[in-house]
């Protein structure tokens, strides 16, 4: 029995702690690493493997040093402020990571699309 009041008292630490901290989270700054770090961070991120894939050095280059910057940003904010921040930018890197590659998929579906339309045509 003596186990189980050790973890119970362990569970309500934990739980106080992470709760303590998310109660700390500033709304805004949570917005911004949402939407800055997590959802446009993957979204630049996917550009710019397009972008050195397809030789574009200069484009590649910038969109590279615009993810240092947000990187720096947000672990800055997540490490040194809060680490429950982490939390907000996970689930905006999981959303804009989903988006990137629905968005990706019908871009390519569609090309497919009118590549075997034209060569229907073409017959």
């Known amino acids: 029995m003596q186990i189980w009041n050790e973890i119970i008292t362990y569970l309500h630490q934990k739980i106080d702690l992470w709760w303590g901290l ?17 959802i446009l961070f993957e979204i630049l991120y996917s550009k710019s493997i ?39 930018i996970a689930l905006g ?4 990571v989903y988006v990137q590659v629905k ?5 390519n ?3 497919e699309g009118r590549a075997s339309s034209g060569e229907a045509e073409e017959v």
């Open 109 to 111: 579906s569609e090309k």
């Open 22 to 38: 998310i109660m700390q989270l500033d709304p805004l700054t949570c917005i911004l690493l949402f939407l800055g770090y997590g």
């Open 93 to 96: 890197s999981w959303i804009g």
């Open 50 to 88: 397009y972008a050195i894939k397809d030789y574009k050095a200069t484009q590649a280059a910038t969109l590279n040093t615009v993810l240092y910057c947000i990187s720096l940003w947000g672990l800055n904010e997540s490490l040194n402020e809060n680490i429950a921040y982490a939390i907000v």
């Open 103 to 107: 968005i990706e998929k019908k871009r």
